[in-house]
């Protein structure tokens, strides 16, 4: 069955640094999504992605994030300088429309800013 | 604010029984309503979706929605404790700019006990 795959599981950085946390949608999904979730907290929308371009972003997406499909399967999220309330599960989604049809998540990418 | 709530228990249910999951939302253009569960550390999978007022069955899991009270629930009958987890509610609107998006709850943690 196909899946949303995520790398790494884990990152551990340093305050400042930049991170990448790619995803791998499900083949014949157009629609991608990142979310994120904080320890004990509920699970947060940060951007969409069609068409090479994003379709919405949320409060949390300032300027210190970005995403980019830089070639047909993968889908980044970049932090450009960390901070420690980063520090979070960050999930990507992919649909194959975006209106109605299920969102199928990534296993996650737990990241750690010290 | 588009707000989804959900008693975050822990709601606790012997084996066999029914386990009811309730969520409420505040937006009343929302128009795609599902339930995810979530076990500790792991990433969201989905159980069900609804769109029109009414129950939907899948297996052991019924989902109800009535759009007019803004309310969804999940039914689990002959809990096991496997499906001891936090399930999530999540809605989404369609058009506009909340095109795709999903607004999560807090989640309720259920226990299922021998």
């Known amino acids: 069955e196909p899946e949303v795959t995520q790398t790494p599981s884990h990152q551990v950085t340093q305050m400042g640094q930049e991170v990448i946390l790619r995803c791998v949608p499900i083949?014949?999904?157009?629609?991608f999504y990142w979310y994120r979730q904080i320890l004990g907290q509920k699970v947060e929308f940060l951007v969409s992605?069609?068409?090479?371009?994003?379709?919405?972003k949320s409060e949390i997406f300032d300027d210190q994030f970005s995403v980019e499909r830089p070639d047909g399967s993968n889908f980044t999220l970049k932090i450009r300088s960390t901070k420690l309330e980063d520090s979070a599960m960050y999930f990507c989604?992919?649909?194959?429309?975006?209106?109605?049809?299920?969102?199928?998540f990534g296993p996650g990418t737990r990241l750690l800013v010290l | 604010q588009k707000e989804v709530e959900q008693n975050s228990g822990p709601l606790s249910v012997p084996e066999g029984a029914i386990a009811s999951l309730n969520c409420t939302y505040s937006?009343?253009?929302?128009?795609?309503f599902f339930w995810y569960r979530q076990y500790s550390g792991k990433s969201p999978e989905l159980i069900m979706f609804?769109?029109?007022?009414g129950d939907k069955e899948d297996g052991r899991f019924t989902a109800q929605l009535n759009k007019a009270s803004q309310y969804v629930s999940l039914l689990i009958r002959d809990s096991q404790p496997s499906d001891s987890a936090t399930y999530l509610c999540?809605?989404?609107?369609?058009?506009?700019?909340?095109?795709?998006?999903?607004?999560f709850g807090q989640g309720t943690i259920l226990t299922v006990h021998p």
């Open positions: 989604a992919s649909s194959a429309v975006g209106g109605r049809e299920t969102q199928y």
């Open positions: 083949s014949n999904h157009l629609y």
């Open positions: 992605f069609y068409n090479n371009e994003i379709s919405e």
């Open positions: 937006d009343r253009g929302s128009q795609s």
């Open positions: 609804i769109y029109s007022n």
């Open positions: 999540a809605v989404r609107n369609a058009g506009g700019t909340s095109y795709g998006k999903l607004t």
